[in-house]
């Protein structure tokens, strides 16, 4: 029943229902089965996108693998090509050559050793030598240093650069007359094969250290314990791993464990003039050193004095030459005996040893006129470094 205009009910025939229920059933499946055909045309579409995509990207990745592969081929080709290949420009046979690899130094060392002589022989035996590695920037971005100064130690890997042989290494080995054999302080001049010691005239003048980490700043990282002359170039640095670096029951050969102690010095005495020269010196280099004070700064000088640092032939013929140089190492006075010299941080320590070789007496500092560091643009004091090693030292002892 339904109301007509004028208010009165009209019937609506059954069949006409009937039929508008159809042509609603039937316009509800044309649509659905018109979206239906347009979301699969979508889907083949979107399908047969995905499927080039992957097929680019497999070409891509097959590109760049094929690239990598005649880059490492034109790598060796051009390695092998450069090791046959001697100074004068002349092709040597397979035999002779040897094959080269490009390194380049990616730190400098600003060290309180100024000199070849006084650096400690080994890492560690002198806790209060201190040294900065200053990492070239261009080569090593800050962000590489991050999290080494959470580990407490590390390897340093450098050049002996000071080394008065390095000509030899630029000659084929068999004209080079390079030394297997090196004179051994702990044998009192006795040889060892250069392999079975620590010599750095190798045929790879190559150095490994391990010191402490003090603190990291930058491009720059504080160390301690070192044994590395200032300006010697850095080639790499490694975390100290403990579980792995430190062996157990690692052995010594005999005669160094014999000899252990050979270069102890019983006891380093220091002259009345000696603290009013040091306090002169200290005056004009304090603002330069890597040292909080002048006392600190003398049990330096006592720990570096306290191994034998004379070479093998100031050992053996003290009274028989004189022996001067850039490197004062040893000056011979007529009347006074011998003074040996070390030179700590542009400041020339003078001082004796009695015959027996046991005990030292330090006479006098004084300020070396030439003396200069690797990087004075980059010269780094204890100043710069003395918030960062007291917020280490109380972290520590929290």
């Known amino acids: 029943m339904a109301t007509v205009g004028n208010g009165k009910l009209a ?49 891509s990745l097959e590109m760049a693998a094929s690239e990598r592969r005649g880059r490492i081929r034109a790598q060796q080709a051009l390695r092998v090509a450069l090791a046959q290949r001697s100074s004068d420009g002349s092709r040597m046979s397979r035999s002779e050559s040897a094959v080269s690899y490009p390194m380049a130094p990616i730190a400098f060392v600003q060290s309180c ?50 080394n008065t042989d390095l000509e030899k290494l630029w000659k084929q080995t068999s004209r080079s007359k390079f030394k297997a054999k090196v004179r051994v302080p702990r044998l009192k001049g ?9 010599s750095p005239h190798r045929p790879c003048p190559i150095g490994l250290s391990v010191a402490k980490i003090e603190a990291q700043e930058g491009h720059a990282i504080l160390l301690s314990g070192v044994d590395l002359v200032d300006g010697t170039p850095v080639l790499d640095v490694k975390p100290y791993l403990p ?6 029951g690692a052995t010594l050969p005999k005669w160094l464990k014999e000899e252990e102690n050979s270069l102890a010095i019983s006891s380093v005495c220091f002259s009345a003039e000696f603290n009013s020269t040091l306090s002169i010196c200290w005056s004009e280099h304090e603002k330069k050193s890597l040292y909080a004070s002048m006392d600190e700064f003398q049990s330096l000088i006592k ?90 030292n109380d972290l520590a002892v929290q």
């Open 11 to 59: 019937k609506i025939p059954a069949a006409s229902l009937a039929v508008v229920a159809v042509v609603t059933a039937v316009i509800s499946l044309s649509v659905a089965f018109f979206s239906a055909s347009i979301c699969r045309r979508k889907s083949k579409i979107l399908s047969l996108r995905v499927k080039e995509l992957e097929a680019s990207l497999d070409a």
């Open 303 to 392: 720990e570096v004095l306290s191994w034998d640092i004379r070479s093998l032939s100031q050992q053996s013929r003290p009274h028989h030459a004189i022996i001067e140089g850039e490197s004062h190492e040893c000056s011979l006075l007529p009347a006074a005996g011998v003074i040996y010299h070390l030179i700590l941080e542009g400041i020339d320590i003078s001082y004796r040893i009695d015959d027996d070789g046991s005990n030292i007496l330090v006479e006098r500092a004084t300020i070396v006129p030439s003396a200069s560091t690797v990087s004075n643009k980059y010269h780094y004091n204890y100043s710069m470094w003395r918030e960062k090693i007291v917020k280490i």
């Open 190 to 198: 006795g040889k060892m094969g250069v392999l079975a010691t620590r």
């Open 113 to 162: 050793f100024a000199t070849r002589n006084g650096t400690p022989r080994q890492p560690l035996v002198v806790p209060l030598s201190r040294a900065c590695l200053m990492f070239d920037s261009s080569r090593v971005p800050a962000a590489a240093l991050d999290g080494l100064a959470e580990y407490s130690h590390c390897w340093v890997l450098y050049v002996f650069h000071l």
């Open 243 to 248: 579980y792995s670096d430190s062996i157990q």
